[in-house]
């Protein structure tokens, strides 16, 4: 029988890694390259002004897309900025003005309630825009990180272009109506400042509640038919009892849409104390509504 020869086995071959790196060292510090790690917010979230304003490009493309998409295939385009204010403008003016004869501070009644109608139509169209802007943008919310806030900020801005386009149109009126400012025009600018705290922070709260609690979508519209009534929109603010008016001005409106109203017209205007009232209102529902919104943002990608 012959022996069998038995032979060691050759070593094994060690292959080598499939990454360049080099034992010991760190590919990001070798390579120059920065590492980015998104964390979520702490227990007490911030306003995030700063990283909002960084992305004020994507703001405005956000804010474009909205106008483009409202006048896309529309046969009126721009026009139905003016003509939702002169449509409501004629039903309010044959029911409240004619019907119910409501006292409209001794100016005619279709300038009196234009010029609560134009404000009151951007506030509601951008507040139900905001509201919705979340749900209705998923494939960003889901797959791209920037600062949500932009998003219901987006369909606030364009809106403006709206509102110039009607505030157009009431200038036409009270030209033809021989209707000019007064001194009290100074409460102009405070008066639209005061709209646009209380739908930017409105918006928040509904576009965060909105996109955890999908009910909120069917609520805002009758949130929004209730607050044209508890608003001085075909009323003036004047008919209200003035023991009754700080009470009153717990719904910002009511010194937003009236003191824009006494700019414009020169009529008698909301009480000092009912404005700080809605002053301080406003500015509660702005820093929570931000607030909320920044909180709740860590789950918007899992619930949308």
Known sequence: MTALETRPSAPARLE???TDE????????ETGREELILQPSGRWPTFGFGELWKARTLVRFLAWREIKIRYAQSILGAGWAIL????????????????ARMPSQ??????????????WTYFSS?????????????????????????????PII???????????????????????????IV?????????????????????????????VKHVTPFLVQLWLYASPVVYPVSLIPAARQPLYGINPLVSAIGGLRAALLGVEGPLPLTWLVSSVVASCILVS????????????????
């Open 106 to 119: 001794g100016i005619p009644y279709p300038v009196f309630v234009l010029a609560a109608l134009v404000p």
């Open 187 to 215: 409460l102009l600018l405070p008066s639209f400042l005061l709209l646009l705290v209380t739908l930017i922070g409105t918006g928040c709260w509904l576009s965060a509640l909105n996109i955890q609690f999908r009910d």
């Open 126 to 154: 951008a507040l139900v825009g905001a509201g919705n802007s979340l749900v209705g943008n998923p494939e960003l919310v889901t797959k791209v990180y920037f600062p949500r806030l932009a998003l219901p900020l987006a």
């Open 289 to 304: 509504g931000i607030l909320y919104f920044r909180r709740t943002e860590r789950v918007f990608a899992d619930v949308a």
């Open 84 to 99: 939702q204010p002169v449509l409501a403008m004629t039903i309010f003016t044959v029911i409240f003005g004619r019907l």
């Open 16 to 18: 080598p890694p499939l």
């Open 22 to 29: 080099v034992p010991g060292t760190d590919p990001v510090r």
């Open 158 to 184: 364009a809106g403006l272009l709206d509102f110039c386009i009607a505030s157009l149109l009431l200038t036409a009126v009270m030209i033809g109506y021989r209707i000019m400012p007064g001194p009290q």
